[in-house]
């Protein structure tokens, strides 16, 4: 029999239930108690001997109402919480303080145990092989980060969560397994800036209207899209606006930018290998977007373009496709069956210079994002603004926005000057920064800056005085990029 008892907060009533219990030689099996309720199983009991015992616990002061239920709420909490690890495509194997695994899940025992579900006297150091295990699960325990750590069942990487009980002391933990490489490929689907739809477009030209009246019209058809432009016209934030319009808008946007990888981790990235998914089978239901695609190797161009015919029982993702240049101008760098299959919908994207009436409010746009970032605010000259509107921008909005970045970094006033704005050489990328995106080339760039002013000025006030900004930001960009352990070196 399993009850709910429902009562007022008063002192002594669990001990007059229980005693009433007792006298009906009722077997007490389980109990639980909250605020305001009792939760009870006994042994089978007649309905007759059912009947009375509820009056009777009726009659007990405090007592409001008595009813009978199917599963204690601790019992059912057990069994969500059972069949959520149970369902995990990850080992999970739960440890008491020795040590001593207690738990684990259908992956655990299939990994560890070669499906055997008595865990009597295991360790958990029976599954690790090397000699440093400890110290790699008591730093996975006191950071939250995983590690990576050599266990029997192959490298893999590790992540620990403290059990505690009601006092917050630690009564055990769960270990959780994750495969490297099925990470490194699920890390690949959930690549991308935050897609802030439409409102990621910053223009005013007409050029750039037409172009946005035609991508909401592409994007709700659900077929592959081809964009075209010049390097650093903003091609990848059209493809998320156009995700983020489409039909496939709740499911994932995955970027594989075919230019910075090698051929290897191509192969690997889109079909998977070892029997681990790559994003084609991962991110069925999303959209997929093929960054630079003339630089895909031909022989992955036939392997997609014969996995793009083949039937899928569960889907293809959508797929989006940029390059420089139409298909037909590349000189055969992409293979006909790919071409046909990916350029079925077209956008042109429009270069800078195209579209000069963008340019200051794209500029602007950025010095908001710069002043965030930085915490001090600046502006264009009169003069800054007329050299970038008429600037030719073989680099595009990217060159705009670095070349913005620089000046902002080096202007000594809250206004940017011609003397700080250096736009000779900045249609090329050094080689050094060849396959980087966008925030870590900025990133490459704010490091050496900052490396060859804290010689000069070792203490981070000095220094935030000199560039301009707060001192807790100078702090903090001390830390990030490790200068104080430069100047100790």
């Not at 000057?417 to 990328?429: H, K, N």
């Amino acid at each position: 029999m399993k009850l709910a008892i429902t009562t007022e907060n008063k002192h002594g009533i669990t001990d007059n239930v229980l005693s009433l219990i007792r006298e009906f030689h009722a077997d007490l099996i389980q109990l639980e108690v909250g605020d305001g309720k009792i939760f009870l199983q006994t042994q089978p009991l007649d309905k007759t001997i059912q009947g009375t015992l509820a009056s009777r616990l009726m009659q007990i002061s405090g007592v409001k109402w008595v009813s009978q239920i199917d599963t204690l709420p601790i019992v059912e909490q057990q069994n969500v919480l059972n069949s959520l690890l149970e369902s995990m495509l990850d080992p999970v194997l739960g440890i008491n303080t020795k040590g001593q695994i207690v738990y684990a899940n259908s992956m655990g025992r299939q990994l560890f145990y070669d499906n055997k579900v008595v865990l009597a006297n295991r360790h958990m150091k029976d599954i690790f092989t090397t000699t440093d295990w400890q110290k790699k699960v008591d730093a996975a325990g006191s950071t939250g980060l995983p590690v990576t750590i050599e266990t029997t069942a192959g490298k893999m990487l590790l992540e620990v969560q403290a059990i505690k009980n009601n006092h917050g002391q630690m009564t055990g933990a769960l270990l959780l397994f994750r495969n490297q490489k099925k990470v490194m490929a699920s890390s690949m689907v959930l690549q991308g800036k935050e897609i802030n739809g439409v409102n990621a477009m910053v223009y005013q030209s007409d050029v750039m209207s037409e172009l946005m009246q035609r991508a909401q019209s592409v994007a709700k058809i659900d077929a592959a899209l081809h964009l075209i432009g010049e390097a650093g016209t903003g091609k990848t934030v059209l493809a998320q606006v156009c995700h983020s319009i489409s039909d496939r808008r709740n499911y994932l946007f995955t970027v594989v930018d075919c230019r910075a990888l090698n051929a290897e981790a191509l192969s690997y990235t889109l079909f998977g290998n070892r029997g681990q998914l790559g994003v084609l089978e991962l991110n069925t239901k999303g959209t997929l977007f093929l960054s630079h695609v003339e630089y895909l190797p031909k022989h992955l161009q036939h392997q997609l373009a014969q996995y793009l015919t083949s039937q899928r029982a569960d889907g293809l993702p959508r797929l989006i496709a940029s390059s420089s240049k139409r298909f037909n101008q590349l000189s055969g760098k992409v293979i006909p069956a790919l071409s046909q299959l990916l350029d079925l919908l077209r956008l042109d994207v429009p270069a800078l210079r195209d579209r000069k009436e963008d340019i200051l409010l794209l500029a602007n746009h950025f010095l908001g994002q710069f002043a965030l970032q930085m915490g001090t605010q600046k502006s264009l000259s009169a003069a800054v603004m007329s050299r970038i509107t008429h600037h030719y921008w073989p680099g595009n909005v990217s060159q705009l926005r670095n070349s913005l970045y620089k000046a902002f970094m080096m202007a000594r006033n809250d206004q940017i000057e011609l003397t700080d704005l250096d736009l000779q050489g900045g249609a090329s990328i050094e080689a050094e920064l060849e396959g980087m995106t966008l925030p870590e080339a900025v990133g490459e760039f704010e490091k050496h800056f900052l490396q060859h002013w804290y010689q000069k000025y070792p203490s981070s006030r000095k220094l935030a005085v000199q560039l301009g900004v707060s001192h807790t930001t100078i702090a903090q960009k001390i830390n990030k990029y490790k200068l104080n352990q430069l100047n100790e070196n």
